[in-house]
């Protein structure tokens, strides 16, 4: 089983960056496909990005060109680098860890962003 800590949330203004690190302990990282999912007040929680282990990724249309997922395998961490950011990208940010091989979700607990003048 995985344990997963994000980092990196805090308040931003419209246009700026951010970078979101979660890091992975307690079992084998490569064998998980790793995400960020996000979830604004009032609703779901959303898919953002996501990486293989081999380094394959694809993104919700709304942060494409926006937002880059990367993964160091050596460090047990994914990262989210956010720019460009729009008030609409503000939410609670969660870090997803999906094992291949039984399919099972863990997530982590979650790390505010807010994008606001």
């Known amino acids: 089983q995985v344990q997963l800590v994000e980092s990196g949330g805090g308040l931003v203004q419209p246009g700026g960056s951010l970078r979101l690190s979660c890091a992975a302990s307690?079992?084998?990282?490569?064998?998980?496909?790793m995400g960020w999912y996000r979830q604004a007040p009032g609703n779901q929680r959303e898919f953002v990005a996501r990486?293989?282990?081999?380094?394959?990724?694809n993104y919700a249309n709304s942060v494409k060109g926006r937002f880059t997922i990367s993964r160091d395998n050596a460090q047990n961490t994914v990262y989210l680098q956010m720019n460009s950011l729009k008030p609409d990208d503000t939410a609670v940010y969660y870090c997803?860890?999906?094992?291949?091989?039984?399919?099972?979700?863990?997530w982590g607990q979650g790390t505010q962003v807010t994008v606001s003048s």
């Open positions: 997803n860890a999906l094992d291949v091989y039984t399919g099972h979700n863990y």
């Open positions: 990486i293989a282990s081999g380094g394959s990724t």
């Open positions: 307690g079992s084998t990282f490569s064998r998980y496909a």
